[in-house]
């Protein structure tokens, strides 16, 4: 069974930082996309970041202030989030794709979910 457990969610203070993880299980997702999205309160899921082998792509609203990563060894993904904004505040969930194909921005593409783990940003 494939699990995603992400870890690293809390609140911050505007301007802060926090790093999120993602620890795959019962799967390697080494040759295949993971990414990140989030949902805020009351909103649709939207993109954040994704990543396979060394491309990455991101969110306009957050380019250049998020970093994702991965380490294949680990089977984990991170994403640095820096100097964040009470816009950011929402459920991050980690997602990994089933295939080499699709369009990495949208959650289609991605058929393993964790269960998410909630971003506070205080203004």
């Known amino acids: 069974q494939v699990q995603l457990v992400e870890s690293g969610g809390g609140l911050v203070q505007a301007g802060g930082s926090l790093r999120l993880s993602c620890t795959a299980s019962?799967?390697?997702?080494?040759?295949?996309?993971m990414g990140w999205f989030r949902q805020a309160s009351g909103k649709e899921r939207e993109f954040v970041a994704a990543?396979?082998?060394?491309?990455?792509f991101y969110a306009d609203s957050v380019k250049g202030r998020f970093t994702i990563s991965r380490d294949n060894a680990k089977n984990t993904v991170y994403l640095q989030m820096n100097s964040l904004k009470p816009e950011d505040t929402a459920v991050y969930y980690c997602?990994?794709?089933?295939?080499?194909?699709?369009?990495?921005?949208?959650?289609?593409?991605?058929?393993?979910w964790g269960q998410g783990t909630q971003v506070t940003v205080s203004s």
């Open positions: 997602a990994g794709a089933t295939g080499g194909g699709g369009n990495y921005y949208f959650p289609s593409t991605y058929g393993h």
């Open positions: 019962g799967r390697t997702f080494v040759r295949y996309a």
């Open positions: 990543t396979r082998w060394s491309s990455t």
